[in-house]
């Protein structure tokens, strides 16, 4: 994992208000060594053993169902490295990385090793947690053939309108930090994009794009700070 390109845009709310968003561009190759380092992230479960006893009953076999099955869908991906499933995980755990290196974030459990469905989750693909102590919301998505910005904001607006960071709570209270579970309860929160990108090259005529977009500026008004990752997945 290679970090091409950060840059910081502050956009002003009010006169007493405004919002910073950070535009990440990410470029990974070596696909099937990457892929080994995620199964290793993935196979860690000492974040498990952090939880009271009610945590550790709750999540264990959960997690432990689901580690094996991304195992599965993680090791074939070492012949098929840009299949859809892998895809997807990759750009969620990349974004991850990307924003503990960059931004000093730190990573909670990718949200399939938690949720109750081992697989296809009902809401955020990941989260992190900012130095501010906000929980960032992420969601992930991949296309082998276009670039994925707006797919994936679209979906982040949807799960804003279905309060789906709520629906997230009573696990995040559990695995969280509690002062960042308390500013959520404030109104402070974040919000993370990440999708697959064609070509860094065009990293700023998405930018622009983006900016544009009309489901970016409910982001925006409803995060306190927003984060925009661009992976280029490079084939072998």
């Known amino acids: 994992m290679r970090i091409v390109d950060h840059q910081t845009r502050n956009h002003l709310i009010t006169l007493f208000d405004s919002r910073n968003i950070h535009f990440i561009c990410v470029e990974i190759d070596d696909i099937p060594s990457y892929a080994k380092e995620l ?23 959960t997690t432990l169902e689901t580690i094996d099955k991304l195992i599965s869908i993680f090791s074939y991906s070492e012949e ?20 503990e290196e960059l931004l000093s974030h730190e990573i909670l459990p990718l949200s399939e090793l938690w949720k109750e469905k081992i697989s296809g ?8 947690i900012t130095p501010q102590k906000h929980i960032s919301f992420g969601e992930a998505k991949y296309s082998a053939i276009r670039n994925t910005y707006k797919a994936a904001i679209e979906q982040i607006v949807s ?35 990440a999708f697959s990108l ?35 997945i490079c084939r072998p």
């Open 121 to 128: 989750n009902p809401g955020f693909d990941f989260h992190t």
């Open 198 to 232: 064609k070509n860094v090259r065009s990293f700023d005529a998405i930018i622009e794009s983006i900016i544009s977009l009309v489901e970016f500026e409910k982001i925006i008004h409803d995060g306190n700070e927003v984060f925009i990752i661009g992976i280029k």
């Open 39 to 61: 199964i290793e992230s993935i196979k860690n479960t000492s974040w498990i053993d952090k939880l009271d006893v009610i945590g550790k009953l709750a999540y264990t076999e």
């Open 159 to 193: 799960f804003i309108n279905q309060k789906k960071g709520n629906r997230d709570l009573p696990h995040l209270r559990i695995i969280a930090d509690k002062e960042a579970v308390d500013n959520y309860m404030n109104g402070y929160k974040c919000y993370c994009a």
């Open 80 to 99: 098929d490295p840009i299949s859809a499933n892998f895809g997807e995980y990759l750009i969620s755990m990349t974004a991850g990385s990307s924003l």
